[in-house]
């Protein structure tokens, strides 16, 4: 799974640019699947056909990052946010466009928190002229993907939001057999600006149960938010966040579930954030939902961190 995992997080992929991820997420599971679709909107799902519940698991294929808005005389590139950017994080922070040219990200003023208006991207060019060869009006530029092995099992790297998600799908799709619930596994477009794609998707299947994979803060770094999940504790079991309070015999079911096979797992209340399981759990009729996280310090930044022993659990 970590093969799949760097594969999917070396391919650069922003909110409403996923084609080139879905292709490869594509490619990886359709010889296990019995169908696989892609929707007007560009979710792609997956269906392993079985006649109990109708389940929909979901992780979502986008990452956060900038289109281009102008280029100046000088050849800097003025850009737009694409979801939860934080200034302060994104200032001299390595990036590359969609067609691989670099930059970096850097504030126009040294004084105070930058706003998305002080950031620019400098990518080495004299003049607007040699800039416009190589950079257009609407391309998108993301943080440099990386993905680095630290002491033990940490990792640092972009984006693990949400291709660690889109990862451990991968593996269950070519893990499970004969499914005795009929399994929907969506890769969803759009999460990082309202949860888009899953809405759609999840008005189409009208799922009984609906399962987000995602990432999740963590309560032990200095400066982090207070709470109880923490690295290298194993995966934890969503029982809120800002976007959707929990199916609770959901979470009591994947409690039991974790404590017969002897999986480490903790119990999540974010009280920031949100993902894929809000939209699955208002859509049409409505649907039980629950969600399994990822512990993640420094989420959405150029280095975000994971323990791969909470994603093996």
Known sequence: MFDTLKKLMLTPSMSGREDKIRALIKKEIESYCDEVAIDNLGNL????????????LCAHMDEIGFFVT????????RIAPIGGINYLYSAYTEV???????????????DGVPKAEDLYIDIGAKDKKSAEK?????????YKPKIRRLQGNRYIGRPFDDRVGCAILIEAIKTIKKPQNDLYFVFSVQEEVGSRGSKPVSFSIAPDIGIALDVTGTGDKLGSSAM????????????????????????????????EAKI?????????GGTDASMMQIAGNGARVGAISIPSAFIHTGVEMIDMGDVKE
């Open 134 to 142: 190589v950079v257009t009006i609407g391309d998108f530029f993301v």
């Open 264 to 272: 480490k797992y903790q119990d999540e209340i974010l009280t920031y």
């Open 96 to 110: 590359v466009s969609e067609n691989g040219v670099h930059g970096v990200l850097v504030p126009s003023s040294k």
């Open 228 to 259: 109880e999940v923490k690295l290298g504790k194993g995966c934890a079991i969503k029982i809120k966040d800002s976007g959707v309070i929990c199916d609770i015999d959901t979470v009591k079911k994947m409690r039991e579930i974790a404590k």
């Open 70 to 77: 102008s280029i100046d005389d000088s050849g800097f590139i």
């Open 45 to 56: 799902i997956a269906h392993k056909k079985g006649n109990g519940k109708k389940i929909m």
